[in-house]
């Protein structure tokens, strides 16, 4: 095996997320944006089609979202509002959400694509097959959907359309390049009062009062509820959070501040409040606080000899991949340093920083010898700390002779903070593993007859030995 050949094999699991394979087929299908770039004779389109929107049967104001059927079409209204769109036949939508309805009747999912987010609803027959094919967090390419306007009373997301399964849609997972993060609209509390009834807005609000949680039971259904006084800047409003939304943060959250995605604006004795809905992401607001990201490597090719080895050989990738930033020249990036001047890691992160923002916005297409990684991704090794000093955003001193593992769920002494699996990066892309295989993934396991081919350091050297050859077979300076 080619040490470098390796090298690039581990960058490549290391980012097999973000990089994407299926780029052949994008011209097919269109972005949530593409979809929903209103047309003029969108009014009159509307005043047609959304009488009925809830309606357990999605046969009467939908249209089938393809070509030949458009060219078939005798309505007017159909022809015209697909203007612009109709080259398309498939659109495809990665699924950062799933938001399963209580009614086995209606299933609704959030999908965000990197251009906007957009609810997919599926009734009776398509509602139950739909929830068996559909997993939150993973990408799909659909075929064939509906589309139609979606009455305020009904909206979860902010767009004024929604997509609809029906006989002819399709289904396929794909891989994605694209990786949802969540962002954030804030509405101000004080531009409340001026915006229509049931509208969808994301705010961020401290905490005044909190009146804890009710249950009760209404015909049936148990509910829980939770009121909360928030404001902001001197404006006050209530917040009410329905059932799961009512339980997600059970720590006091009095003065704190909270980050509310999708909550939507209802009225209650003549003043406007706040609900939330089945699909509202509610977090603590915190600038103090630190994710870290353990990258557990679990079906290896290849293994280091020792931590102190693997530190080396970190530190070593780190420095060679800030050193192919400064060695790229482009339009908006060209500087010259002595080769000294590129011999220490802290030396070359001080030259970058004034760059960073520059090299993230501009180099997304200059290219590195890395398969898939651009001069701007490798710009995201650098991040600010807390007290807003540039520094790596890999953290070398885990890989040290004394360092403690962290088995999966465990906590810190003192702390909150419990190793869980990443929903960006989960093993294989499955996002369900059961607790046992998870904790056994977590371990750093004795290999007693391992036939892996191991990583050395010899006369500063990193040199591969193959498991049933004793002599290094390649050497890396
Ligand atoms: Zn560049």
């Not at 509310?260 to 609900?275: A, E, H, P, Q, S």
């Not at 931590?307 to 780190?318: P, Q």
């Not at 046992?436 to 050395?456: A, G, Q, R, T, V």
Request: proline share 2%; net charge negative.
């Amino acid at each position: 095996m080619d040490i470098s050949e390796s090298v690039l094999e581990m960058y490549e699991d290391i980012l097999k997320n973000i990089s994407n394979k299926n780029n052949v087929e994008t011209s097919l299908s269109s972005s949530i944006e593409e979809i929903f770039n209103p047309g003029v004779e969108q009014e009159e389109y509307k005043k047609n089609n959304n009488d009925n929107n809830e309606e357990l049967n999605n046969n009467g104001n939908s249209y089938i979202y393809e070509n030949s059927n458009m060219n078939q079409s005798n309505d007017k209204d159909h022809d015209v509002e697909l203007h612009g769109y109709n080259k398309h036949h498939q659109t495809r939508i990665n699924i950062f959400e799933m938001m399963n309805t209580s009614t086995s009747e209606i299933s609704t999912w959030d999908l965000s694509d990197d251009t906007s987010a957009i609810n997919l609803v599926a009734f009776n027959l398509d509602s139950y097959t739909m929830s068996n094919k559909l997993v939150e967090g993973k990408s799909y390419e659909f075929g064939y959907l509906s589309i139609r306007t979606v009455d305020n009373m009904y909206k979860k997301l902010s767009h004024e359309y929604q997509l609809l399964v029906n006989n002819a849609t399709n289904v396929r997972e794909i891989s994605m390049s694209y990786n949802y993060e969540m962002k954030y609209n804030f509405t101000d509390l004080n531009e409340i009062e001026t915006l229509p009834f049931n509208s969808i807005i994301d705010v961020q609000v401290t905490v005044l009062r909190d009146y804890g949680i009710t249950a009760g039971n209404t015909n049936g259904n148990s509910w829980m509820r939770r009121e909360l006084h928030v404001g902001q800047n001197g404006v006050n409003i209530k917040l009410t959070l329905w059932n799961e939304q009512a339980k997600v943060i059970s720590t006091s959250v009095i003065q704190k501040s909270l980050k509310i995605k999708y909550v939507k604006i209802d009225y209650f004795n003549g003043l406007r409040t706040l609900v939330s809905m089945g699909n509202t992401r509610l977090t603590i607001a915190s600038t103090s606080e630190k994710i870290s990201y353990h990258l557990i490597h679990a079906n290896p090719s290849i293994l280091f000899q020792n931590t102190t080895t693997l530190r080396i050989f970190m530190k070593t990738i780190i420095h060679s991949l800030l050193l192919s930033i400064i060695q790229h020249k482009c339009t908006t990036f060209n500087i010259n340093l002595t080769v000294l001047e590129c011999a220490s890691t802290s030396n070359l992160i001080n030259q970058l920083v004034p760059f960073v923002n520059t090299l993230r916005k501009h180099c997304n297409r200059c290219n590195t010898s890395i398969p898939f990684v651009s001069i701007a991704d490798i710009a995201y090794l650098l991040v600010q700390n807390k007290t807003n000093q540039w520094t790596l955003a890999i953290d070398t001193n885990v890989y040290s002779k004394n360092q403690q593992l962290r088995l999966f769920e465990s906590v810190k002494y003192g702390k909150n903070n419990p190793l869980v699996l990443s929903t960006k990066f989960p093993f294989h892309s499955e996002i369900k593993y059961s607790y046992s295989n998870l904790l056994k993934k977590s371990l750093i396991i004795f290999m007693e007859h391992d036939i892996i081919p191991k990583i050395y350091l010899k006369d500063k050297n990193f040199v591969v030995d193959l498991y049933s050859i004793s002599n290094p077979i390649n050497t890396l300076s």
